[in-house]
């Protein structure tokens, strides 16, 4: 799923961009495959090209082997030349709002510095957050100097 939209240059997104995220994460999840948890997680990144990239949950009998929503959103996107993460939206189909885990905050962090993270629960309840507030002091690619 992709999609081309504009930002705000504000770095708050646009109403109706924030309606295209939740609607793809939403759809997204659908889509997941989760024999084993029965959790399906959609995620819909937007990167500053202005194209949004779905993905969804995939599960695998070695459950090392899964790879979360919001990682095959970003991998997605990656695969097509982007690199600047400007938003996320997380859907779930539950009442619980769902969190990005660990790996996933991680690698938002490799494409944004920080950047909106919308969560949204199966009532369509939606959360805003940031990055920075999921990852505080978070590790980078600058990081990494001049190896």
Aim: net charge neutral.
């Amino acid at each position: 799923m992709k999609q081309k939209n504009q930002l705000l240059k504000t770095e708050t997104l646009e109403t109706q961009v924030l309606q295209e995220l939740i609607d793809q994460a939403q759809a997204a999840y659908r889509q997941a495959y989760v024999p084993y948890s029965h959790y399906p997680v959609g995620a819909a990144a937007l990167f500053a090209s202005g194209v949004i990239y779905g993905g969804c949950n995939v599960e695998n009998a070695s459950y090392g082997l899964t790879v979360c929503a919001e990682r095959n959103a970003i991998f997605q996107a990656v695969a097509h030349g982007e690199r600047e993460l400007k938003g996320i939206a997380i859907a779930v189909p539950t009442d619980v709002f769902p969190s990005p885990c660990g790996a996933c905050r991680q690698v938002i962090r490799e494409f944004a510095v920080d950047c909106p993270v919308i969560l949204i629960n199966g009532k369509g309840k939606t959360k805003v957050t940031r990055l920075k507030t999921l990852l505080p002091d978070a590790f980078g690619p600058e990081f990494m100097g001049d190896l």
